[in-house]
T-cell receptor, first 117, second 116 residues
């Protein structure tokens, strides 16, 4: 079974609009972390935002916020006021066993976001 | 944030030759590094976990004899693609987590390998 599910292969949004990228996850661990990364065409992985499983408040980083619904096992990324430079592939990822050394990030399939003017 | 440097960024090699990719943590000591492979417009697939001073742990389906991983020091892990074939052409990217860190993983810039 997939650990991270991103059901939107592509999303289209106009500049200055908000957009939500969906992510659901599957784990039986109590301690885990959820991450969002942006990957432009250059291939670099740009960290956007992190939510720990014990964090009660939704994480926010500038224009990015993570809508964490633990009971539903969802961790959607909300980008407010989209910009042309936001066009990229976005990956949701999870790290289980958060306080154990040596556990890798597992990634979803990604969502390609296209922002138009 | 911490810096992970990966080299080379692009490499073209002939079928049958070997290619070495380096991943360095520049400002922290990484006891564990991770190697991923990514095909165009697809996800990052974990290939192996590289542990300093011990053998790497490979994911199911990854040929350990083809993808040799060495983590000789706390700041350097290498991935060697041996006897490369065109189907090994892909984007390879490494990452590391700071010891005691539970937040972001830091990624190298990635290596685009083309086997001709």
């Amino acid at each position: 079974a997939q650990k991270i599910t991103q059901t939107q292969p592509g999303m289209f949004v106009q500049e200055k609009e908000a957009v939500t990228l969906d992510c659901t996850y599957d784990t039986s661990d109590q301690s885990y972390g959820l991450f969002w990364y942006k990957q432009p065409s250059s291939g670099e992985m740009i960290f956007l935002i992190y939510q720990g499983s014990y964090d009660e408040q939704n994480a926010t980083e500038g224009r990015y916020s993570l809508n964490f619904q633990k009971a539903r096992k969802s961790a959607n990324l909300v980008i407010s006021a989209s910009q042309l430079g936001d066009s990229a592939m976005y990956f949701c990822a999870m790290r289980e066993g958060l306080y154990q050394a040596g556990t890798a990030l597992i990634f979803g399939k990604g969502t390609t976001l296209s922002v138009s003017s | 944030g911490a810096v992970v440097s990966q080299h080379p960024s692009r490499v073209i090699c002939k079928s049958g030759t070997s290619v070495k990719i380096e991943c360095r943590s520049l400002d922290f000591q990484a006891t564990t590094m991770f190697w991923y492979r990514q095909f165009p417009k697809q996800s990052l697939m974990l290939m192996a976990t590289s542990n300093e001073g011990s053998k790497a742990t490979y994911e199911q389906g990854v040929e350990k004899d083809k993808f040799l991983i060495n983590h000789a020091s706390l700041t350097l892990s290498t991935l060697t693609v041996t006897s490369a074939h065109p189907e090994d052409s892909s984007f390879y990217i490494c990452s590391a987590i700071e010891p005691g860190g539970d937040t972001e993983a830091f990624f190298g810039q990635g290596t685009r390998l083309t086997v001709v």
